[in-house]
Structure formats: C-alpha cells, structure tokens
C-alpha cells in the first residue's frame, strides 16, 4: 500500500540518486518478460541520472510511455533496520516499484511524494535490487508531460516506533496580539508490542525556545495513525505575524522518546497568519490585500521539471521582485523544497488537484480526486504561503462533467473538514454564465479568462455575489524572442482596477514552456515547443513583456525623477501611492528608496538608501529629495524602490550621457535577410542599424536582443549595403558603429542560439526553429579553432550535447539542413565554461 511522506528530521537516509540503468518499453513487455527480476541482466540497458528527466535525452526527447530504471544497493548488515522505507520525492506520472524480484507498491499522482515499506524484502550486508516501471502517458492541458524519476530518491532508517508527521494551527488573537497554536502529532508503531512513548514539543522563533510541552501515552501495536495533541497559547510578546513582505518563521521540534532514549524526531516550520474573506474584502491578518501574481510551469528546457533548488529560487526571487504576493501558482502539486521557499519568501498560493477541462475524475464517487486532495493537504500543512486549496480548474458547466456541482460542493467540504483555517475554491472559466455553475460554492470565486476581462468578472459578480480574484488573465501567445514579447498589461489590468468585487489578478503566465498544444490562432505552439505566454522565457531571458509587467505589478503606482543637477549632484523623486481600489493595493511598511551612481566604466560610485514612510492605498503623492557627490565622470543613476526584503519591485534609470559606440562582432548573410550580433551594454536599452546604399538610408526595428535581423525585398541579392549599429538610452543616441560592408548571398541564416546552459557533464543549446528545418548540426570542441566533433539531431528547440568532462571550456557553433537539403551558414562560435 502507498502512503503519503512527511519526511522526519532524525531518520536515517542513504541516498539512491545517481546513475540508474534505464530502458524504454514502447510495446509493454517488460512486466512478462521479468524485467523486474533481481537477476535482470542490464548490459544492454542505457543509463539515466536520477533525479531527472529522459525527455532531456536527445534519444528520448519525446518518448511517451512505460520506461523501466533499477538500480542495486547495500545495505550494512551492522545497522538496526527495524523499519526501512523507500522513498521517492515524485516519479511522473504512474510508477510501480519491485525490490529484489518482490512487487512492492504503486503510485498514480506523478507530482506528490511516496514511500513503500521494503523492510522485510533487504538482504542486510547484501547487494539489493530496486526497479522502478515509469509511464508518462497520463498528460493534462498545455504542459510537456516530463517523463521519469523526476525527483530525489533515498532509503529511510527508522526504529519500529516513529513520527509519520504534525500538523501546526497557528492561529493569531488579531485584537489581543496572542495567539492559538494547536500541534497534531501523528505517529506509528509498527511492532508486535505496545510502546510506552513521551512527545517532547519545542516551539523555536530564530533558534530559540519560546514554547515547550510534554505529553506521554502508548502506541499499540501494530498502529499506523496514532494521534496526540497539545495545546499553547503564544503571548504578545512571542508573536511575530507571517505576511508577504515579513514572512516571519517559526519551527516545531518534536522528539519521540521512550524510558531510555530519544527514537525519533521530526522538526518543520510554520507562521503564524490569518487569512480570511469579509464581505468584498480579503484579509491578512485583519487588513485589506489586493494582490498580485503569476501562474508558474514549474520546468525549463534545460532541467525539465525537476526543479533544481538554483530553479525555484531564481524563479521566486524574478516574482518577488515582479511585487507578486499571491497567485493560483501551478496546476501541479509542488515540492517541499519550493514551498518552504514560498514560506520564506513571501508568495501566497492555493495548492491544487489537478483536474482540468473535461475529465472522467470529476465525479463524487471517484475516490482518486479524494485521495489527491487528502495527499497536498496532509503533505503541505503547515506551510504558511499555502492559504487555500483547489480542487480543479475550468471543470466547466454540466454538458463537459454532468457531476460537477456534486464533485465540487462534496470537495470543497471535505477540503474545509480536513483545513478549516484555509479558503477552499475551484477555479473557474465558466463562473459569468450561469448562478448555477460550480463557484456557487467556493469560498471566492476564481476566475480565469482571457478577453473581455472586466465584463467576464462583472458576470461572475452578478451571478455569484461574491469576491472574484482573477487566478489567470491573459490574451494570446506573445513570442519566445524577448524582443517581441510584450503583453497589453495595463488594458488588461486597467479593465479590472477600481472595482471593489475584483480583488486581485495572477498573470498567465510568468515563463514560457515546453509543449506541443496546437489551438486556435494565436494559440498555438511554435516548432520549437516553446509555448510563450510567459514575460521570461523557456530559458529565463527577460523579454519585454517584463517591463510591462513590473511597472503595472508595482506596490506603488509611479515613480518619478525631475529637476535633475548633475552639476550640483541633486535631483527629487516624486511617489505616488496606489488608489484604494487598484490592483496592486496593499498598506506598504518598511520600504526603502536607493538610489545608486555608475562610473564610465559602469562601476558603483556611491549608494544611499532611505526609508519611506507607512503608505497606505490612497494616500497623496510626496517628495523625496536626492542628494550625491557631484562628479563629471558619472553616467547614470539608478533609483530604486524596495521592499522589506530587499527585492527591488521599481526600478527607474537615468543616463546623464549617451551610450558608448557599440561594435559589431559577428555576421551572418542570405538571401532574404542579413542578422548582425553585438554585446550589449550596460548604458543602452535598444539598439536598431541604420543601413545604406548610396544616398538611400533605412532604419531597422529597435531591439533588446544582442542582434538585429534585417528582412528588406529593398536590399537586393549580390549588392554591396553599408551597415551601421546604433545605440538608445534615455539620454539619446550613440554615435553609430563602425560600417560593415554585406552582400547578400544565396546562403540561409543558421539558428539563432537564444543559450546554453552547462550541468554536469551536459551542455544544453536553446536555439530557434522553423517550420522548413530539417535537421540541426552542432559542431564543437574543446580549443577555439578546433571543433572536430559533430552532433546531428532532429531535436528541436534544446539539443544535449553528452559526455563531456567536467571543467573543461567547451566552444561550439551550429547550423541547420533545411527541408529542400541546403545547409546555412554556421552560426558564430561560442565558449561555455
């Protein structure tokens, strides 16, 4: 039987990570055929790195299927195994597990923890085998259905008697400034013999002890959930409050011990908050939020979705400094490691069953919802960032699921028994249609569309009487090239602002994502599977779009900086505070203005920082004056808004010079289009090229990119044209590049490599992709002039290259063989350390 994992802190764990042998079963053979078996010969088997994802396998890049991985081990036959788990963090999407030829268990939620007691199947001081069958056929909406041991791995040592988890209510007296913590320790016992046991609880705030209780019972035998609970109540002087700009973190240590020593231990953190909705308001803590945030696909095209923690955090830290603070975050359940990060961040979430559209699941009868939900919130308890759960999206009207209504007013009532302190909703596409659609009995109604914004939400209004927070808000695809991915983020948001029904709104979507969903016009899916409705790419470039976002994200509405002396070192920077009714609109404490002066050279000359005061949504514009060292070496300053944390959530850059004269470094040429590559630099915003042929001069688009590709029927074949780069700040114009002299050819332009990214012995290129490709050569080696090994691969958009050692600088360069047979030109080559 599988059951859901709290991991406890004390236990033992030897890890399983690592290369894992690894095959694919497209025809489903492997189970009669044994491959489970503790004498499998694996000779002919390849290798797989777990945890991981074999989609990142050039072989494997789109296998959809059973895959089987195994692996020996050993154990030492000195240690006490009186319980022994095995314990997997999620393996995608359905999974069975055998260890040494004996059929242990099964696991049907691809994106939440398990573990299998394989005590009595070890041969201690032995070696062991584990054999995992994997199948990612199960697939749901948009998203690339990532395929394998997709998370960490490891053997758990435990004695009989142990902590299975706990379970913290914290629970603040608002008007006292106390507050209620209510701790659930469940434990079990899996001897033949009752266990006479003492539960020793801590309550820690930054490493300290602030609270501790002892309670004593017996465990019977045999006993799986064995329940105590223990009661305190923090006071004033002990109780920092968790909030989106303070996530304040305590700690719950509990040691279970019997009449001789401690056996076992389990620590986990939790805040203190209230959440709750009065009326057309949504409360923490007893004030009025309007928030906002992102909907996230939890991958990238260079690890997948196996969420390095160097991943979530680079993702959270680009949202914080975006000014999000809630959002519906991913369809898909997330790892430990990405809530706590959540929790310490500050982001507020509703973890989700991930049921979506039509679907035979949404049927009260079905017990698999039932246990999905059961299993997030058993897992992900005590985690502050998770103020609600969700259990579905667009679950739609009764002729997609005839038992909507029943499914959702039966799961969210259980979602309430198991967490009353938490909202229970079911998001929603369909909620302005009808008084009788499934929000009726959510506790808000979360909304998600993608066109007429403001209408949509005045219908859900209408019909349901209730607060609407729109959980996803978008309009069409925009473009994997940063430079032409921006959104229309004010007229979206600006049909939502100052209604007091719509409480907030979460972007779709904050990154592109690997897919092949094809759609309807201006949905669709590019060749290259990058499916960009994000403002950063599937490889975490910013595109415009970002910008966008982050000024109509900001916790204030405008910042503004006039009456500039660079002589005198003294200008005034003018903010302006949120209307009551805005989205975002949040009382703002313990904010910073800074502002910082940049040499010629781009070096930091000096930095100062202000506090601001208390702002709160509605309040009038004010001043702050700026004061600095004056120097004619400086070129900008940068001024800066920043919240609590540091995360800066306003940004506003002022040249006091033109940038530098660029330089073009490289070229490519064809015969409908030249490309020409430069750096950036840290004084330019956009460039464009200014390209000529005798006294005709033309200008090209302006561009954030670092090349500009130029398509002119103008510019004829065999022509000589004079070409030019210019770059723009604030300040003006630099002085044009030096010329470059182009002819175009009968050649065709290779790839454009938007990155790479090294890991271990890989090396990952992104690159953009046709419809008219037919196959891509990468062409690389370890000295500059010498790239003797090829790769070629029909892979689109990231192509791996394998086996490379590590430290070792790596230079490459690509090209394509289109479908007609004509190779282009190669593309520059590149170093990767």
């Given amino acids: 039987m599988v059951t859901s994992f709290c991991y406890a802190q004390n236990s033992q764990k030897i890890a399983l990570n690592g290369e894992w042998s690894f095959k694919t079963d497209p ?130 040592i435990t004695p009989e008697t142990r902590i299975e988890l706990q379970h913290i209510d914290a629970v603040p007296n608002l008007k006292k400034g106390t507050a209620q913590l209510n701790v659930k320790v469940v434990s079990s016992n899996s001897g033949s013999s009752p266990k006479a046991v003492r539960f020793n609880i801590d309550i820690k705030r930054k490493g300290s002890v602030i609270a501790s209780g002892t309670v004593k019972t017996t465990i019977p035998a045999n006993t799986v959930n064995h329940i105590i609970n223990w009661s305190y109540n923090l006071p004033k002087s002990k109780v920092d409050l968790w ?35 009065v009326g057309l308001q949504l409360l923490l803590n007893g004030e009025s939020i309007r928030p906002v945030g992102f909907n996230v696909v939890p991958e990238d095209r260079f690890t ?145 569309g993608y066109q007429n914004w403001g209408k949509k939400a005045e219908g859900t209004w209408k019909n349901h009487q209730k607060p609407v927070f729109m959980s996803e808000f978008g309009e069409e695809l925009n473009s994997e090239d940063p430079n032409l991915g921006d959104i229309p983020a004010e007229k979206m948001l600006n ?110 000359v000096e930095t100062q920082t202000q506090s601001v005061k208390t702002i709160f949504p509605g309040d009038a514009a004010f001043e702050i004056p700026l004061n600095w060292k004056a120097d004619a070496h400086l070129s900008m300053i940068e001024i800066t808004f920043i919240d609590p944390q540091g995360y800066k959530v306003y940004e506003e850059i002022v040249n006091f010079k033109v940038p530098q004269q660029p330089v073009i470094e490289f070229t490519n040429t064809a015969n409908n289009a030249v490309r020409l590559y430069f750096k950036k630099s840290k004084d330019a915003e956009e460039y464009y090229v200014q390209y000529k042929k005798g006294d005709s001069i033309f200008k ?14 103008k510019v004829k074949l065999g022509e000589t044209w004079t070409y030019q780069l210019v770059a723009i700040n604030n300040k003006g114009e630099s002085i044009p590049s030096e010329p470059v002299l182009l002819i175009k050819d009968e050649d ?61 600088p790596i230079y490459y360069k690509m090209r394509v063989i289109k479908q007609w047979g004509f190779a282009s030109e190669w593309t520059e080559a590149l170093k990767s350390e």
């Fill in 27 to 156: 025809y489903a053979k492997g189970e009669s055929s044994k491959w489970f078996a503790k004498d499998v010969n694996t000779a002919s088997w390849d290798t797989m790195t777990v945890p991981g994802n074999w989609d990142l396998v050039n072989e494997y890049s789109e296998y959809v299927g059973d895959a089987w991985y195994t692996r020996t081990f050993r154990i030492d036959e000195t240690l006490n195994t009186a319980q022994l788990r095995l314990v997997f963090q999620s393996v995608y999407n359905d999974s069975k597990v055998w260890v040494n030829g004996h059929f242990i268990g099964e696991n049907h939620f691809g994106f939440l923890p398990f573990h299998l007691d394989i005590t009595k199947y070890i041969n201690k001081g032995g070696e062991n085998r584990v054999t995992v069958l994997v199948n990612n056929v199960f697939k749901s909406g948009a998203m690339w259905n990532w395929g394998g041991i997709r998370r960490p791995v490891w053997l758990e």
């Fill in 748 to 808: 065709e332009l290779p790839p454009i490599i938007w990155g790479s990214k090294r890991l271990e012995t890989n090396l990952f290129i992104a690159y953009s992709v046709s419809p008219y490709d037919y196959l891509y050569e990468v062409a690389y080696g370890f000295a500059p002039n010498k790239l003797d090994h090829i790769i070629t691969s029909k892979v689109q958009g990231v192509l791996n290259i394998p086996n490379l050692e590590k430290g070792i």
């Fill in 700 to 713: 090209s688009d302006k561009t954030i990119n670092s090349f500009i590709e130029i398509e002119d029927k």
């Fill in 495 to 604: 049909e939502l602002r100052n209604k007091p029904y719509i409480l907030g709104a979460s972007l779709w979507a904050f990154n592109d994502y690997r897919s092949t969903y094809y759609g309807k016009t201006g949905w669709a899916t590019p060749p290259s599977q990058n499916r960009a409705w994000g403002i950063v790419t599937s490889f975490r470039e910013k595109k415009r779009g970002f910008k966008s976002i982050q000024k109509e994200f900001s916790p204030i509405r405008d910042l503004t900086i006039s009456t500039i002396d660079t002589k005198n070192g003294k200008a005034k920077v003018t903010i302006q505070p949120r209307n009551k009714l805005d989205i975002p609109a949040n009382i703002l404490r313990g904010y910073q203005l800074q502002w910082t002066l940049f040499d010629n050279n781009f070096k930091l």
């Fill in 243 to 277: 909030h989106f700009d303070f996530p304040n973190l305590y700690e719950s240590h509990v040691s279970l011990s019997d009449s001789k020593a401690v056996l076992h231990s389990n620590t986990d953190r939790f805040g203190i908050r209230k959440i709750e909705i």
């Fill in 304 to 448: 997948g979705n196996t969420l390095p923690i160097e991943r979530i955090k680079e993702d959270v830290d680009l949202m914080k400094s975006l000014g999000a603070n809630m959002a519906r975050l991913s369809h898909v359940n997330l790892p430990k490691e990405y809530l706590d990060y959540l929790d310490e961040k500050g982001i507020m979430i509703f973890e989700e069953v991930g049921l979506w559209g039509k679907d035979v699941l949404v049927d009260p009868d079905h017990p698999k919802p039932k246990e999905w939900l059961q299993r997030i919130i058993e897992n992900s308890y005590n985690h502050p960032a998770i103020i609600g759960w969700s259990v579905g999206n667009e679950l739609g009207m009764a002729s997609k699921n005839p038992k909507v209504n029943e499914y959702v007013k039966g799961a969210l009532q259980l979602a309430e028994e198991l967490d009353p302190n938490r909202i229970a909703v079911s998001v929603s596409n369909t909620a302005n249609n009808s008084a009788k659609e499934a929000t009726m009995y959510s506790d808000l109604a979360m909304l998600n």
